[in-house]
C-alpha cells in the first residue's frame, strides 16, 4: 500500500472512531482495526505527519488523536462512504411525511421533526420562498354574523388565512361577491407585488365597493405579505443543551440564532440541490462556530423548492446524516409536489 493511501485509511478511521466513541484514539487501537498490516510505529509516524499536515491534533500529550476541522473535511469530501437507510428507517420516514402530508406547513414540521429525531440534532425545514408565488385562487369563509375569513392559496403550495370583520350582516351572496371581486382583480399576481400602491390602486378600480371592502383588502394584503415571506420549522433545540462539545453559552447563543427565522433563510440561501455539509468555521456565523451543518434543497416544481438542514457537533456521522436528509428532501419535495397538483 502506498504511504499516501495508507495514511489515509488511518484518517478515515480516526475520524470514524471519533465520530462513533468521542474518545481520541491511539495507534494500537488502529492496530487492530486497520485492514492491512503495519507496525504500530509506523502508525504513530503516519498520525505525526498527518498532525504536521493539520488533519489530527492531540488534546494532550499523553492522549490519542482527534480529527481537526480539516481533517473532517478531507473525509466528507474524500474518504466518507455512502451508508444506505435499512428499509425500517426509510418506511418510519415515508409513514411520518405521509401522515402530515396535508398541508405545506404540517409537512415541512414533519420533515424537520423526523430528521430531528433520527440524528438526536436539531433540524431546520424551510419553506418555499414566497417571492416567485402567484395568487392561484382566494376563498372566503363566513365564521359569524359579521365576521368571516380569507384564505390564501398560491401556486407554490402555501396557504395563509386571516379573520376580518365588517361593519354590516355578510351573507352568502356577499361572501360569493367578495370572492368573484377579489380573484378577478388579485389571482395570477405575484404575491410579492401585493404592495401599499396595488392595494391603493385597486380600491381606486373597485370605486364605491371599497368603502365596504376595506377590511377585506386589508385581510388579503396581510395575507399575502405572510405568504411572500419564507417560514421556517425547528425541531429538538433542547439537543443543544446535551451536546457535551458545547458550553452552555454556546448553546444559548445557537438558541438565540434559530428565534431568528430571517437569519436561518438567509444562512440556507446558498443551499445547493445536493447535500452539503459546513464544517465548524465554515458556516461563517459565529453561533454555530463550533457545530456543523448538513444542509440540501427539496423540490416541488421547478419554481417551488425550500431546503432542510440538520445543525449538530462537528463530530456528527456524517455520512449516515447525508443519507438521511437526502431521502426526506426527496420524499417531502414528492409529497409537496402532489399538494400543488392536487392529487
Known sequence: MEPTQRKMKILEAVVESYIRTGEPVGSKFLCDVLDFNVSSATVRNDMAELASLGLLEQTHISSGRIPTELGYRIYVDKLMKNVPLTKFEQTKIDDRLYFCADAPEHLLEGAAEVLSKMTGFAAIAAAPSGEKAVIKRIRFVQTGGCTAMVILITSTGIVKTKLFRCEFMITAEIIDMFEKTINERFCGQLVTGITPAFMQHSAVALGEMSLMMSNVLLAVHDAAAEAASTSVSIKGQSNFFTMPE??????????????????????????????????????????????????????????????????????????????????????????LNDLIEGK
Open 246 to 335: 458545547l458550553e452552555s453559552a454556546d448553546g444559548k447563543r445557537v438558541m438565540e440564532l434559530l428565534n431568528h427565522s430571517g437569519e436561518l433563510a438567509k444562512l440556507l440561501s446558498a443551499v445547493s440541490t445536493k447535500a452539503s455539509v459546513l464544517i465548524g468555521s465554515e458556516i461563517n456565523n459565529p453561533a454555530l462556530a463550533n457545530l456543523s451543518v448538513v444542509a440540501t434543497h427539496y423540490t416541488a416544481t421547478p419554481e417551488c423548492s425550500g431546503a432542510l438542514a440538520v445543525i449538530g457537533p462537528v463530530r456528527m456521522d456524517y455520512a449516515k446524516t447525508v443519507t438521511l436528509i437526502e431521502h426526506v428532501a426527496l420524499t417531502a419535495g414528492t409529497l
